[in-house]
């Protein structure tokens, strides 16, 4: 089910907002400085990609330079990644098979909005106790 899912997720929104984390990404690693952020954008960019299966969980070691960076991240590119996410969490909620997926967009957001300090796991290790 989680295949059927990602593939549909990967047509109706998910390559679309795939090339926006890469488009994120690649202007944060042109500016040198904020490399840190481009590689938070790739990771969700993968997540956003094929999301069914996996999961976002805090990271233990997360401080205050993960809320600062946070804070400068969402002003450049998490207020728009997560206005995407809405357009299309709303796009697919009309239809009735897309309800699922909207849900799923939907919970995208804190991710978008505040990368920095989170871990995207497999499902089945959250069960596991395992974080890698």
């Keep these: 089910m989680k295949t059927l899912l990602n593939i549909i997720w990967l ?3 998910g390559f679309w907002l795939f090339l926006g984390y890469v488009l994120a990404g690649i202007i944060c690693c042109i500016l040198i400085v904020t490399i840190p952020w481009g590689i938070a954008s790739f990771r969700m960019a993968n997540y956003v990609l094929w999301p069914f299966g996996r999961q976002v969980v805090q990271k233990p070691t ?3 330079f993960s809320f600062i960076g946070n804070v400068i991240w969402f002003i450049f590119a998490g207020l728009w990644l997560a206005i995407g996410h809405i357009v299309s ?3 697919l909620a009309i239809t009735i098979i897309g309800i699922p997926l909207a849900l799923a967009d939907f919970k995208m957001i804190s991710i978008s909005l505040a990368p920095l300090g989170k871990e ?3 499902t089945g290790a959250l069960e596991l106790g395992e974080t890698r």
């Design 11 to 13: 047509v109706f929104s």
């Design 62 to 64: 997360a401080g205050a």
């Design 89 to 91: 969490g709303v796009a």
């Design 120 to 122: 995207i796991v497999p």
